[in-house]
T-cell receptor
C-alpha cells in the first residue's frame, strides 16, 4: 500500500461548525504533514509530525488543531473557520530521514460558508 | 531563507518540441531538490529528485550549484506531459514549493 488516503474528499461547513479531516497511511512513514493549497497556488506547509509528536507549526491559527493518534493516522480538527480558509487541504507522509520524497493524498476540498 | 522560484506560470509547446521548465533556488547549504507533478484531477506526485540523477518519463534535471538552478528538461514533449509542475526544496522536513509552471503540450 503506497497511498495516503484522505477523507472526506469534499467538505462544506459553516463558520460555527466543528469538523475533522482525516488522513491515513500504511507505509510505515513516521513523518506526516498537513499542507494548505489555495487555487493556482503551491502547497503551503501547516504542520509536521515526527514520531507522533508535533515538530513544526508554521504559525497556523488555533482554529486549526492537528492530532496524530498513532503512526498511521493524522487528523486536522477545524473549528470556527473563516471563508478565507476555504482551500484544498493536503496530507503527506515520508520516511523520517533527509532527502526522502513526500507522498501526498488527494486532498480534502474544504468550503467554509 | 529558503526560496524556490519558477519564473514561468505557463509554458506552451508543440508535441515533439523540447521543453525546459526553469527552477532557481536560494539556500545556503546543500539543497535537497525535487520536481513534483500534478496531472489533472490527480494527486501531487514525485517526478524526480536531484540526488538520484535518474530520468523519469524522459525528464531529467541537473543541479547547477553555481547558478543555483534545477531546471527540468525533456527533449521531445508528449501530450500526456501536460500538467502542473512544481519544483521543491526540502530542508529539515519542510518542503518549500515554487509557484508552479503549467505545461501545455499542443498536438
Amino acid at each position: 500500500d503506497t497511498e495516503v488516503t484522505q477523507t472526506p474528499k469534499h467538505l462544506v461547513m459553516g463558520m460555527t461548525n466543528k469538523k475533522s479531516l482525516k488522513c491515513e497511511q500504511h507505509m510505515g512513514h513516521r513523518a506526516m504533514y498537513w499542507y494548505k493549497q489555495k487555487a493556482k497556488k503551491p502547497p503551503e506547509l501547516m504542520f509536521v509530525y515526527s514520531y507522533e509528536k508535533l515538530s513544526i507549526n508554521e504559525s497556523v491559527p488555533s482554529r486549526f488543531s492537528p492530532e496524530c493518534p498513532n503512526s498511521s493516522l493524522l487528523n486536522l480538527h477545524l473549528h470556527a473557520l473563516q471563508p478565507e480558509d476555504s482551500a484544498l487541504y493536503l496530507c503527506a507522509s515520508s520516511l523520517d530521514r533527509p532527502n526522502t520524497e513526500a507522498f501526498f493524498g488527494q486532498g480534502t476540498r474544504l468550503t467554509v460558508v | 531563507a529558503q526560496r524556490v522560484t519558477q519564473p514561468e506560470k505557463l509554458l506552451s509547446v508543440f508535441k515533439g518540441a523540447p521543453v525546459e521548465l526553469k527552477c532557481n533556488y536560494s539556500y545556503s547549504g546543500s539543497p535537497e531538490l525535487f520536481w513534483y507533478v500534478q496531472y489533472s484531477r490527480q494527486r501531487l506526485q514525485l517526478l524526480l529528485r536531484h540526488i538520484s540523477r535518474e530520468s523519469i518519463k524522459g525528464f531529467t534535471a541537473d543541479l547547477n550549484k553555481g547558478e543555483t538552478s534545477f531546471h527540468l528538461k525533456k527533449p521531445f514533449a508528449q501530450e500526456e506531459d501536460s500538467a502542473m509542475y512544481y519544483c521543491a526544496l526540502e530542508y529539515r522536513y519542510k518542503f518549500y514549493f515554487g509557484s508552479g509552471t503549467k505545461l501545455n503540450v499542443k498536438p
